[in-house]
């Protein structure tokens, strides 16, 4: 089976931004040298990790997520997640605009908790 056949994906509606979410980090590296045929950026010492960078003027969201993974990892990723799509569509973190990382999260653990699209 192709690494790009098992991929899920979720919805950062707000900012019109898809997220990329893998079981491994091998899933990960596969599918962007497979279905893109470029090297993702390298992530290492994780239980579970937020990845967003640049490549070619496109901007790829990923979350790796593997089995058995705590709710508690689960929500600091989704966490880190709304960070990154804040940043991208140039909206500043911080304390006036807690609501909107807030609703951020609250919707990326939805998607997260009810299986992605």
């Not at 509606?13 to 962007?32: H, I, K, R, T």
Request: aromatic share 12%.
């Amino acid at each position: 089976m192709s690494k790009c056949e098992k991929l899920r994906v979720i919805s950062i509606p707000l900012f019109n931004f898809d997220v990329g979410v893998f079981e491994s980090l091998e899933q990960y590296q596969g599918y962007f040298a497979e279905a893109h045929s470029i090297d993702a950026p390298e992530v290492t010492c994780f239980t579970a990790a937020a990845v967003y960078f640049e490549d070619g003027g496109a901007s790829w969201f990923s979350l790796i997520l593997p089995d058995g993974v705590s709710i508690a990892k689960v929500a600091h990723e989704a966490c880190h997640m709304a960070d990154f799509a804040m940043s991208a569509a140039g909206v500043p973190t911080g304390v006036k605009n807690t609501e909107v990382r807030g609703y951020l999260v609250e919707r990326i653990m939805e998607q997260l908790l009810d299986g992605g699209q």
